[in-house]
């Protein structure tokens, strides 16, 4: 089992059906899962990903890669409205 370092209690309690299925991954997991010492975010980023059949991610690069990949996602955006304001900059 992958370690990591948020609640999955506390994103379960966040869910409208207890039925639904999710993982939290940290980027450092991918070179575990898929055994690798490719640091750099290339294709093991994209395989992490594409894991699930939606990303929902809180950091820049995973919005970004994810829309880039055409993947479906929902980013939730940090205090700052980093992800929102990189996001009106690049593509408005």
Not at 13 to 34: A, G, K
Not at 43 to 57: A, D, F, N, P
């Amino acid at each position: 089992k992958v370690n990591s370092f948020r609640n999955e209690d506390a994103v379960r309690s966040l869910l409208p059906r207890q039925d639904l299925t999710f993982r939290i991954v940290e980027w450092s997991d991918r070179l575990e899962l898929f055994n690798t010492k490719d640091i750099f975010f290339t294709e093991t980023s994209v395989q992490l990903l594409s894991l699930g059949k939606i990303v929902v991610c809180d950091r820049l690069h995973a919005s970004l890669l994810s829309y880039l990949s055409g993947m479906p996602f929902v980013y939730i955006d940090q205090i700052s409205g980093k992800v929102t304001k990189a996001f009106s900059a690049a593509f408005d």
